[in-house]
């Protein structure tokens, strides 16, 4: 009887195991992400579906622009479908109805590329992930003034970029010169998605302006204010690399100006990586700023009062949010204008109902 109950008992252990590593099938986007980092992209891939297996919840104009994908090679030393990338943007029409993708190949494109906001459909995608196109160009905003120094402008909906790194080439800010901020990314438009992307700069480094946006898999690396504007996105799963150097250091800058504005930046089950206690998660750059930090890694490079005010006023309407977070630098004893989410105030931001999912969000590209 005993030999029964122990073989009875290392059966359902095996089923256990077993049922754990099936998929989950489920395309609903209001099941939270689960708390153990390991089952991220299972849980990912159970929402996300393929378009054959969505078209019903997908926006009708998604389902039919990636119904016929056009294909377009190219190559960093000019020898591809066109000489540059700008070069293929410019063939696509205003109002574009079909998904285009632009297929780089390994190598430097040096271009500062802008793509407006009558091009939707559009994908950038990096042929080889472990040897990623690098897009780079070296404007600041004394030259073109913040918004518009981006190495890439996109102002279009359902933009989509796939293994590529994204660099503003321009000098570190020294503190001294006027106009030094350079931003290697501003996305504009609604609906856009980044699957394993890099984005290099320093001060202002990604422009997260408007509209619902994902990041998976990602890198961003900054000094002051290096992820702002007033998007609502997800950063799922990404690396946030403070660059040492400097005295006080700025990850998040959101801009809602209040409650009435939907935006806000979701960061889940990232790292923020560096050293030395010199980063405030965020600051209010403008007065009802939301950010919500869940199931992150912080090293001690985050400082212990975690979040700092532009004008007097801003405790009193900020929301900055906080959610079983995890090491040194995820300590809460010092904490200044925070709020430790309870299991209820963390719902509306751990699924990816946050920004829509189920109407848009598509797997990465493959070509």
Known sequence: MVGKIVSCIALEAVLVSIILRMPIVFSDDTVPIPPDSAEINNWFDGIVQSLTARKATLDPALVTAESEPKVIKLKSDGSGDFKTINDAIKTIPDGNAKRVILSLAPGN????????????????????????????????????????????????????????????SAPRPDGKVEGAQAAALRISGDKASFYNVEFHG????????????????CYIEGTVDFIFGSGKSIYLNSEIHVIPGDPVAMISAQARVSDSEDTGYSILHSKITGSGGVAYLGRSWKPAAKVVYAFTEMS?????????????????????????????????????????LTDADAKPFISLAFIEGSKWILPPTKV
């Not at 320093?202 to 898999?217: E, N």
């Not at 079983?324 to 904490?335: F, I, L, Q, S, V």
């Open 202 to 217: 320093y001060q202002d480094t990604l422009c997260d302006d408007k509209g619902k946006h994902l990041f998976k898999d």
């Open 300 to 340: 001690d490079v985050v400082n212990p009062v975690g979040w700092s005010l532009v004008a007097p006023g801003h405790e009193k309407t900020v929301f900055f949010g906080e959610y079983n977070n995890k090491g040194p630098g995820a300590n809460m004893d010092k904490r200044k204008y925070n709020k430790k």
């Open 109 to 168: 494109y040096t271009e500062k590329v802008k793509i407006g906001m009558n091009q939707p459909f559009i994908t950038i995608y990096g042929e080889d992930p472990d040897n990623m196109p690098v897009l780079v160009f070296g404007g600041t905003a004394k030259e073109y003034n913040t918004v518009e120094c981006a190495t890439l402008i996109v102002e279009s909906d359902y933009f989509n970029a796939v293994n590529l790194k994204i660099v503003n």
